[in-house]
Every structure is written in C-alpha cells, then in structure tokens.
C-alpha cells in the first residue's frame, strides 16, 4: 500500500486499512526516508519540512494511530530505520542526518512510555 506519511491523511490510510482486514497490529516498520541532500548553508525551509515530517514526525503520529492496534494484541513491536548520518556527518546530508537524530530520540522516549503496554521500539541503523 502506498501512502505519503509526511501528510495526516497518509498516515491515517494505512493504519484504518490494517484495522479494517486484521482488527489489530502486531509489528510496524517505520522506514520512510526522504531528504533534500544539499550542504546546511544552502538548505530551504521547504526541503527541512519535508524531511522532518517524513523521517521523524511520521514516527511519533503513525505510533499514536498504531498504539490501539497494538493494544488488542496485548503488545507488539515496532522498528524504526535510521541511518549513520544520524551520528556522523555526511556530506551534503544535514537535513536527514538531523531527521534520523530526532526519529532515534522518538524512538527511546517511545520505548519507555510504551514499554508498560508491552510495545517494544528499537531503532536499526544499517
């Protein structure tokens, strides 16, 4: 299924369409990735809106959507993708560098407020 989760409407798609076929969620995979790969001097705020709401905003509301989901299972587990750029510096890599930095700080703070649920979050950086 394809959806734009930088958007409301993007992320609600998905999660309405897991509901209607299965009643619930086990696992999500958050691993959207998009970015405006230029050097930080000359990035636009369009493109830092873009790549934020993409990278690391679709983490934290897609959670708030999957966490009922999740809650009719008794838990579940969800994975999100990072990457090194979020720890060392890349070339022409400021704004997802810095997106991926904010996604793996969601991820901790989610895994803490969801670990009394029995939801499980980590984050992978291949």
């Known amino acids: 299924m394809k959806a734009n989760v930088g958007t409301d409407d993007g992320l609600d798609h998905p999660i309405s369409e897991v509901e209607k076929h299965f009643g619930a969620l086990d696992i999500m995979i958050c691993n959207a990735a998009s970015g405006y790969n230029r050097p930080a001097l000359q990035q636009k ?3 830092w809106d873009w790549t934020i709401n993409i990278n690391a ?3 934290l509301f897609a959670n708030q959507r999957a966490d009922p989901l ?3 299972r008794g838990g579940g587990a969800i994975v999100s993708i990072s990457t090194p750029g979020s720890f060392r510096v890349l070339p022409d890599y400021v704004v997802v560098g810095a997106s991926k930095a904010a996604l793996k700080a969601l991820t901790r703070y989610l895994a803490v407020e969801l670990a009394e649920k029995n939801i499980i979050v980590n ?3 291949p």
Do not use: D, Y
């Open 123 to 125: 984050a992978v950086s």
């Open 57 to 59: 905003r679709s983490l």
């Open 45 to 47: 705020p369009r493109g």
């Open 70 to 72: 999740m809650g009719k």
